[in-house]
């Protein structure tokens, strides 16, 4: 049986949609680091200091990987850090100590693949790309999601390391409210521009600590957590998942920046759709939600609810942390 | 503690945010049966033809009921109808011969709840409801979903038909490729106004049959199975739900209404981006989506891939079916 990938590379080659460097903004971005030009310029940008994970990426670029492979290759970095307790192994667990993972990854012809509610498997972004790849669904979950992820040749291992543990259980002890606020970082997502034009990304998560079990966040949701259209760009987000589930951030972004925006004013809007839809809930829970978007310039933007957000850019040679400007004070 | 619902509730009283027959398209809707009016035209509509679904839900709405209580009311006809084979008790099961089954619904507050890859529990739809009622949350997945539905009081059951059961043996013993095209029709999306002028929706699937165990479509996503901003209006989706997922069709319609198209002109253009971007793979697999959209005037659209689909229409007293028109011949 032909898989859905073959469909949309024929569907997509049909229709020419392989752009390269193909202009989608008439507007000069401020925060990039260049201007427009026929050439794409190689650029991987994460969410948060992830600079060791947009370091790996560029390295796949540079080493002759595609945008496909260097987004796998970044989001891979913190799955794999057990200090990084917002993703992959060591992430904080649920509420019944157990880590669940989600992630999602989308390539330039429209291609996607996700999982959500995995459990026991370290690199939840690479059995994303494997659902892109090997199936002609986009999203499979929970028990499903290992049973295939055990069919792909993936390992089962236990993801809860101590110091997760320990954390878990002082935070039982106290039964706190735990939320994504400016001192709670979680979630990388990842977005890489290859010198073909072909622009893909990935997002990744353990997603919110203490959840309830079975709770899923924006992280594995294309239009939500992370979105590309190859023919205009795309863009990820990070921060409290409910409030990018139900405004559809990442998709928005792709969709402003289509209408002419440039991905900072694009980033801008976004967050102000959350900031008017739910201002209570936003300010009494101290609640955060960045957004980062590139186009097929290289042009890139990020902005976020409140103070603390960062991004890491690779591009011409350079490797930093930027700080996010916001909406509130 | 506090739920998200509350605070969603103070925030759109503080921003005003609920209106009351709102315009928000300045064009001529020419599917609709009325015109433009400040009151607003008490409708239920939904993807297929199901009348007995709008049926309970223009009731719902005559008795008093909230949009919310119509979407769940509708929703839940074909979930507890066991000779609909691709909703809740008696849809098709998975290739392992599990019934699993994804639902959500959002309201006019922006208030929304989720529930994928749910077992045993014949009512998703009113299990996401309690997700956003009762949680912070607005996704639960798999186990998760199933222990938060039994500590609401939900019962767990066999969803299996006999019927279902005999045709997914059949399917085995030939294992003939199923898809979602004309001849599979599947997943209930239902949108109701009410005389206040809020607008709400609900979606709720068994899924694709045979699908792979854990695989998840578009019908609990917001902005892909169903998407509402009070403000605005809503839609929902039918078909291929990876196609859906994808694309982001509820979310598309939604915002171009909210840049002044029309509900037909909206439906129409996110059939247009599915087609242009996955056109080799729709045609190859004969593949079908139907999207549905309604405004706050009461004004809807419809429109599919191909020949087939149909909407069920409660308005002005009439319950109707109604042939969508359709992009490829």
Redesign the interface.
Known sequence: ?EN?RS??K???L??G?IGSGMACSPETQKTSAHNATSEPIPTVIATWDNRKATQAGIEQLQNGGSALDAVEAGARVPEGDPNDMSVGYGGHP?RKGIV?LDACI?DHL?G?GSV??LQGIKHPISVARKVMEE??????????????ALAQGFQQENLLTEKAKTAWENWMAKQE?QLVNENNHDTIGILALDKEGHLCGACTTSGAAY???????DSP????GM?VDGEIGGACATGL??LV??T?GS??IV?LMRNGASPQQACEEAIGRIV??????VE??KLQVGYLGLNLNGEYGYYSIRKGYSVAVAQNGENVKLESNFALG
Do not use: C, P
């Open positions: 049986m859905r469909f949309i024929k569907a997509a049909a229709a949609a649920d669940t989308m429209g996607a959500t509610f199936t002609k669904h986009v999203m499979l979950s929970g028990q499903g999601a290992l049973e295939f409210a959840k309830l079990h079975g709770r899923v966040g949701i294309l239009g939500a979105y998942g409910e589930m139900t559809l998709f928005l969709e008017k839809r739910y201002k209570n809930w009494e829970d």
